[in-house]
């Protein structure tokens, strides 16, 4: 049987099949969709101005790095005139971000783009390995997700929602000390579909209506983007394998299950059987209209009396956290949001409590995992038979 062709250049032979489309394709023509793809996120979306400097959040995890080398690539090919570099937060964890940092620190060489690094240790007086000492490992990421940008860390994806600058932040605050005009992150489309099921999981309208915009934070000195809104993950690690970059894998060891909460397995398995789902997911957040009053339950950002940063409240959470650290009460301020939904809205308490903001969505909340497996079973196998019925391949 003769190979089959590239469905794009029809000359080359057919390397893999884009995880997002099913087009089967070679691998140059893979490269140069999904640049493109993501120039035209970028351009659709004005998600940049010449002239601009931009900090590129650089974890050293496959998402940031591919960010790292497509926007390189597509600054110079588009001519965007883009002032680039790669902004890294030292949570200080021993094992994990040390590591990581290195493969960041090689990738300033390899993409020719300055590199700051700002550390916890320095903006907050503690490690993460300092904190994890006292607290233990049931609440670290609170801090974490905290410090570093409410919800930044998928390991509290409860949290990144959307809403600009709301509390003091490592990344801002590097950003701010490096003099940049905005930040980009590698969020991905698999991300935001699974931080809009969660919202919807939550009752969360507010954020819902927000936690699928591309920018955040527009009117502010700081905007958030996120290039890679429609990028699936799939293709962003096909895409580091086959250009063979140089990346760090390992989960953060404080939060092994993070990237196997229930919501994340759910889009993987709706994934699975219908590939477009992430998007439609995206795309049905992006077409919800909401009544004015979900947006004015919202807090109205204010600055934090004692920090100065941005901060919902007159006090910001990260001053909290730290004034408990501090005093040796870690757990100040650590259960504050639970119950902001569920007993407010007048649930049982038990079942308020099992609201997933308050703890990384490990296998071990809210049921046991087998009985989670088998919703998800269940769900899913729904999902394919109406689809099949509706005609799907
Ligand atoms: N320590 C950090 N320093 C700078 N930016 C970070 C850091 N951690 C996360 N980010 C930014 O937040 C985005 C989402 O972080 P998350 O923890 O969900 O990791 P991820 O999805 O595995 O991404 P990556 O593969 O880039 O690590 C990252 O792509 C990156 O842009």
Known sequence: MAPRQCSRCTVAKAMLRRPKTQEQVCRECF????????????????????????????????????LAHIMTTLNSRHGYGLDLFL????????????????????????????????????????????????????????FCGVFRRQGLCRSDPILYCGVPNLDTQALDRGAVLAGANKIATGHNADDVAETVLLNILRGDVPRLGRCANIITGEDSPLPRVKPFKYAYEKEIVLYAYYKKLDYFSTECIYAPFAARGFAREFIKDLEAA????????????????????????????RTCERCGYISSQ???????????????????????TRGRHGEKAGLHPSVARSDPSSGPPGPGTGGSEALRAERIRRAVKQVQISYEEAGGT
């Open 31 to 66: 490269f140069t969709t999904f640049e493109e793809e993501v120039h035209q996120t970028i351009v659709d979306n004005k998600l940049f101005k010449p002239g601009e400097r931009v900090a590129i959040a650089a974890s050293g995890g496959k998402d940031s790095t591919v």
């Open 87 to 142: 902004l890294s937060i030292d949570e200080g964890i021993s094992g994990y971000r040390d590591d990581s940092l290195e493969t960041v620190k090689r990738n300033e060489q390899q993409y020719g783009i300055p590199l700051r690094i700002v550390s916890y240790k320095e903006l907050y007086g503690w490690t993460m390995d300092e904190i994890v000492a006292q607290i233990g490992t049931k609440n670290n990421c609170t």
């Open 274 to 301: 219908r590939p477009m789902a992430i998007i439609d997911v995206i795309r049905s957040a992006e077409d919800f209209v909401f009544a004015a009053a979900s947006e004015e339950k919202l807090p109205q950002p």
């Open 314 to 336: 007159p006090v910001c959470k990260a001053c909290v956290l730290l004034e408990g650290l501090n005093r040796g009460l870690p757990r100040l301020g650590v259960s504050r």
